[in-house]
């Protein structure tokens, strides 16, 4: 049974540093999200999404841009 309290989205996105193509499975309320963060499974560049609970991330494809490195936030 589901609460109807929360709005359930899919989101398709794809990520902008290694390409990867991601689907979200967001928990949204009427009022009251939160900021939260999510990652891409395949280089942890990390994103945020207004939602209740934090997303669920599930790869479509693989990235895209040949390479095998991690993400690295710049400090500048």
């Known amino acids: 049974m589901s609460d ?6 899919v989101i398709e996105v794809t990520c902008n540093y290694c390409g990867a193509r991601l689907r ?10 939160e900021r939260m963060l999510y990652a891409c499974p395949e ?7 207004k939602a209740a609970l934090e997303p669920e991330v599930l ?3 693989p990235r895209s841009d040949g390479k095998q490195d991690r993400y690295q936030e710049s400090m500048f």
């Open 24 to 33: 979200l499975l967001m928990s949204r309320l009427r009022h009251g999200n």
């Open 4 to 9: 109807p309290q929360f709005e359930r989205t």
């Open 59 to 61: 790869l479509l494809h």
């Open 43 to 49: 280089c942890g560049k990390q994103y945020e999404a």
